[in-house]
């Protein structure tokens, strides 16, 4: 039976959203739930989902909209008692009382950020670009969590950042670190010498934490968002991202991390770093170098890129070793012979495919369906982040039950003989995921022993002891329910291919001096990059824990509780900015 609730001009963040989904899933009596804004791309959604009601119709995108599938009427009562507890608390922040005074407006926004150099962005891409515009307009960099913003719209944007001598970070960018402070889903990292410019999320996530693992420490970790590297945008956050790290007089390494970039693109990023005074290494996921250059280092791996930055921090000898793996003492059956790996991370996912096609020769790549980094015979690799398995529903980082569904059908498959999995930490993420797989984990071990086979699961933890989860903990957690754990996704998969018999060949890389084009552009950062490496104040639009997060970590944040004009209508928000700026600009000329 069908129920909705509707909060009129409520207004949430969508990961608040997922996070309420999530605690009324676990009510008793719901056996369904789906609460998100009502916008019309949202009802859609409902409708796909099979949870649409005539009721929704009613809905505004500045109204909150609940669905419930109950077996009884009477729990609605309840349902909402801890919606509004749920509220009420975020309402409150981390620290279980209110918060300092937030800004309702754009005007009172800024005016209480006067000195926030920094805006950070958690809205629905479909009504960020226009917000990020008025920040860049205000001369504040720009954090975009946000996604969904058109490539013509990132595109123009960059430009427009460049020109102001600002740094326009995604959108979509999932991980920062400026001045010691975590953004969004970040881990907590020593401080050290060693600068991060990032394409990804999990990709930074994945080398800060092993830099700090190995004992090493990170300056600043500048994201970009995915696709910044693609011909359309040209790469100009993160080549502003270099050319400011270079000037960091406490960054002496700076490490690149990206998918693979469009040729051009990576031609001009390469030269760059060959001008550039200090050493650099270098990550295009997917490419294998078989060389190394004078101050400029090519890793395979997301583990190598980490350890190359911190051996050229400690003047250590670059030599291209061997890795030895242990090999778990584990007896398959004759019908076991595939891993399957189930990711929240989707640049961990990737760097898993890659490596399993390398370990048996596979070429081309995979027709990505339904969240599938690599689908071959039996092999598996899933990035359960897709938008196929998110919309309407909380993140695999937050929420474990699509991994779990995930991990019974596998144990199911008498060919399944290892399970690949990542436990991402930090800000943000579940506070104890460990807890919540290891009962399927216990549980599929023991199925696939009652069918006399063993089900081997090798996982990873990306986070630091640092972290709120505690990364000590949860690996002990895991390793009590027999989860194999290894340091890096690069050891995981590489021990999990060993099992099986299957062995990585890596390049030996020696030094080459590489005769190309020089980086003839004059590329500088402003005084205003400059003063990023520094910045202590920041502007947060939308996640309300993300303040959080800055204060517990010695930043100042102005919490702006924005939510969208006109009724959520785009087209009128463009036209009454467009509006706005014209008079003021007429005021100005005055």
């Known amino acids: 039976m069908l129920h909705t609730i509707i909060k009129s ?5 969508s990961i608040v959203l997922m996070l309420l989904t999530n605690k009324i899933n676990t009510v008793a009596g ?41 077996e009884d009427e009477a729990v609605i009562a309840t349902v909402m008692e801890e919606i509004d507890l749920f509220l009420e608390e975020q309402a409150k922040g981390n620290s279980g009382a209110s918060v300092e005074e937030t800004a309702r407006t754009w005007d009172k926004a800024l005016e209480m950020a ?35 913003v058109s490539v013509e719209d990132e595109k123009r944007l960059k430009m427009k950042a460049h020109e102001k001598g600002l740094l ?19 881990n907590v990292i020593r401080p050290g010498k060693i600068g991060i410019v990032g394409a990804s999320g999990t990709g930074i996530q994945e080398v800060s934490t092993l830099i700090h693992k190995l004992g090493g420490g990170v300056t600043t970790a ?64 997917g490419e294998k170098p078989t060389y190394h250059e004078p101050d400029l280092y090519h890793a395979y791996t997301l583990e190598e890129a980490a350890e190359l930055a911190v ?37 961990l996912a990737n760097e898993a495919a890659m490596l399993i096609k390398d370990g048996l020769n596979l070429t081309g790549d995979a027709e990505k369906k ?26 695999p980082m937050i929420d474990p039950e699509k991994r779990i569904e995930m991990i019974r059908q596998a144990a199911d498959d008498a060919e399944t003989a290892i399970i690949l999995l990542d436990i991402v930490l930090g800000y943000g993420s579940h506070m104890d995921m460990a807890s919540e797989l290891v009962p399927a984990i216990k549980e599929a071990k023991a199925k696939a022993a009652s069918a006399g086979r063993e089900l081997a699961f090798v996982a990873t933890i990306v986070g630091t002891d640092a ?33 099986l018999g299957i062995q990585i060949q890596d390049n030996k890389k020696n030094l080459k001096e590489i005769d190309a084009p020089a980086f003839t552009e004059e590329l500088a950062p402003s005084q205003a990059m400059l003063e990023l490496l520094h910045a202590k104040e920041f502007l947060n639009i939308g996640l309300r824990s993300f303040s959080d997060t800055i204060r517990e970590n010695g930043g100042k944040a102005t919490q702006f509780d924005w939510r969208p004009i006109a009724g959520g209508n785009v087209t009128l928000q463009k036209a009454l900015y467009y509006l706005n700026n014209y008079q003021n600009e007429q005021t100005d000329s005055i």
Do not use: W
Not at 32 to 54: Q, R
Not at 255 to 283: H, M, N
């Open 222 to 285: 500048i994201g970009t968002g995915g696709r910044d590297l693609k011909e359309a945008i040209g790469g100009i956050t993160l080549m502003d991202g270099i050319v400011t790290l270079e000037q960091d007089p406490n960054t002496e390494v700076i490490v690149v991390i990206s998918k693979p970039p469009a040729a051009s693109v990576r031609d001009r990023v390469l030269a760059l770093l060959r001008k550039i005074s200090k050493p650099a290494v270098t990550i295009f996921l």
């Open 311 to 347: 051996k050229l921090v400690n003047k250590e000898i670059i030599s291209s070793d061997t890795e030895v793996i242990e090999v778990p003492a584990l007896k398959f059956s004759a019908d076991q012979k595939y891993i399957k790996g189930y990711y929240s991370g989707g640049t």
């Open 9 to 13: 001009n409520s207004y949430q963040d």
């Open 30 to 70: 719901v056996t369904k739930v789906s609460i998100m804004m009502g916008t019309p791309a949202n009802k859609d959604i409902f409708k796909t989902g099979g949870l649409y009601t005539p009721e929704l119709e009613k809905a505004s995108s500045n109204d909150m909209a609940v669905v419930l599938e109950v």
């Open 114 to 148: 006067k000195d926030a150099q920094v805006a950070l962005f958690s809205i629905p891409g479909t009504h960020a670009a226009l917000e990020i515009e008025r920040a860049l307009d205000a001369g504040k960099h720009v954090f975009c969590f946000s996604d969904n």
């Open 370 to 395: 339904e969240g599938y980094i690599l689908k071959n015979e039996g092999y598996e690799v899933l990035d359960l982040g897709d938008d196929i398995y998110t919309q309407g529903k909380p993140h």
């Open 467 to 499: 972290d709120p989860q505690d990364g000590q903990a949860q690996q002990k957690i895991l390793e009590d329910a027999g989860v194999i754990i290894r340091m890096s996704n690069n050891q995981a998969v590489r021990t999990a291919l060993a099992m």
């Open 168 to 186: 326009l970070m995604g959108p979509d960018c999932g991980t920062g670190i400026i001045n010691g402070i975590p953004l969004a889903f970040t």
